[in-house]
């Protein structure tokens, strides 16, 4: 059984920084293109950032390019978000999810984690 | 970026019937379209790919049609644990893949 399982999220001051954890366990992690997505409360989905099965590529949204960086570690079948520069607009319920192949791109997502609140306020 | 418009926002059916959710991009994505269903306090689930092959474990009343621009999601006899938001995602021009705003589906 496919299983993600999200940590790291909290309250951080604006301009703060924050990375979160998505552990992966019930599939060959490193075949496999994973994603973060996020959802400000009350609002709908948001797709945040996607890494390539080897973690030889990577692209971000617009909204946070330069201040989000994804990575991966295969040997520890962890998938990471670190976020710098938080603003408000930031928080979220923020989601792990996989995709159907090791490519970042023409991805769905066939599996999600629970989820990490991120809070971003003052 | 291509915007994926959801309708209607909200969808009041009762039990035992038909619901159909609409989709529609701004541009053609072909039949790179998924459907999710995401419940009160809960990750979204996928339901549907390619615009119309049920992912793993989904029940055959739902069923996804369309091409294009256009999309529907349909529910062929709606049971208690339907009743949720449903989300388009567009994934044929990314980045960005892009998401609808929702529909909430609500017992009648």
């Known amino acids: 059984e496919v299983q993600l399982v999200e940590s790291g999220g909290g309250l951080v001051q604006p301009g703060g920084s924050l990375r979160l954890s998505c552990a992966a366990s019930g599939f060959t992690y490193n075949s496999y293109a994973m994603t973060w997505v996020r959802q400000a409360p009350g609002k709908g989905l948001e797709w945040v950032s996607t890494i390539s099965g080897s973690g030889g590529s990577a692209i971000y949204a617009d909204s946070v390019k330069g201040r989000f960086t994804i990575s991966r570690d295969n040997s520890k079948n962890t998938l990471y978000l670190q976020m710098n520069s938080l603003r408000a607009e930031d928080t979220a319920v923020y989601y792990c999810?996989?995709?159907?192949?090791?490519?970042?791109?023409?991805?769905?997502?066939?599996?999600w984690g629970q989820g990490t609140l991120v809070t971003v306020s003052s | 970026e291509i915007v994926m418009t959801q309708s209607p926002a909200t969808l009041s059916v009762s039990p035992g019937e038909r619901a159909t959710l609409s989709c529609r991009a701004s541009q053609s994505v072909s039949s790179n379209l998924a459907w999710y269903q995401q419940e009160p306090g809960q990750a979204p689930r996928l339901l549907i790919y390619?615009?119309?092959t049920r992912a793993t474990g989904i029940p055959a009343r739902f069923s996804g049609s369309g091409s294009g621009t256009e999309f529907t999601l349909t529910i062929s006899s709606l049971q208690s644990e339907d009743f949720a938001v449903y989300y388009c995602q567009n994934y044929n021009n990314w980045p960005p893949c892009t998401f609808g705003q929702g529909t909430r589906l609500e017992i009648k």
């Open positions: 999810a996989k995709g159907p192949r090791s490519a970042n791109n023409y991805n769905w997502f066939d599996a």
């Open positions: 390619d615009a119309s």
